[in-house]
């Protein structure tokens, strides 16, 4: 019992630590938590989590050698990267594997900032990625969609106070992380067969489309934990 109490007194004492030390983090993790979990604000904010999906598609694309014709934002939410060359072989691959693990290792990339107390890089990083993206995109809808998050992320990095910085970047990245998770679990929901990015890879390799959402489903889940750690213990 004596054991039972003093475990249960050392996650206390962890906790208050954390809320003392730790505030605007926490705080940005439970908002972020709730834009991603409440079906009627992820409605809206989810084409963040396609813009970055997408801009993994185009960048992967770009190194593994085929060429971007461009990138289409939809107001559904969903999008589409279209590259050329090979129809087969590893650089289209690595294209399709592009996409889902993208919003993690972004969300990964700015905990490891905001850590670092490089929050105003962070955010002119986010705005560089984002003007990149722009000049691919070839739809109307993509063009606001990548301009309004550009003019938000710029006006918080522009005029924002650092308590504001450091709360707006740290949620984006919660919401990356977070958002990563849930996109994987509307893959493995979806009822739509045949166009999804697991299902191309599950055509192109001889891994089936589930092991592929199990594959996206345990980097999201890695990519949480280890942001938690920087972004918490850091």
Excluded: K
Aim: charged share 10%; net charge positive.
């Amino acid at each position: 019992m004596g054991d039972g109490t003093t475990t249960l007194q050392r996650a206390a004492d962890a906790v208050t630590l954390l809320l003392d030390e730790r505030p605007t983090v926490l705080l940005a993790a439970v908002l972020a938590l709730l834009a991603v979990g409440w079906s009627a604000s992820w409605r809206w904010t989810r084409t963040v989590v396609t813009i970055a999906h997408e801009g993994g598609h185009a960048l992967v694309a770009v190194v593994a050698g085929r060429g971007l014709t461009g990138i289409r934002l939809h107001a559904d939410t969903s999008g589409l990267t279209v590259s050329t060359g090979a129809r087969r072989g590893p650089g289209l691959v690595l294209t399709f594997l592009g996409g889902y693990p993208a919003p993690s290792l972004l969300g990964i990339g700015g905990a490891l900032l905001v850590a670092a107390d490089r929050v105003a890089l962070m955010l002119w990083i986010a705005i560089a990625l984002l003007v990149a993206t722009l000049v691919h995109v070839r739809n109307a809808f993509g063009v606001f969609a990548v301009l309004s998050t550009g003019v938000l992320v710029g006006a918080v990095a522009w005029w924002g106070e650092p308590g504001l910085q450091d709360g707006f970047a740290a949620a984006l990245c919660w919401f990356l992380l977070f958002g990563s998770m849930r996109a994987v679990h509307e893959l493995q929901r979806s009822r739509r067969r045949g166009a999804s990015d697991a299902d191309m890879l599950g055509s192109l390799t001889w891994l089936p489309r589930g092991m592929w959402v199990l594959l996206f489903w345990l980097l999201a889940a890695a990519a949480v934990i280890v942001a938690a750690g920087i972004l918490l213990f850091g």
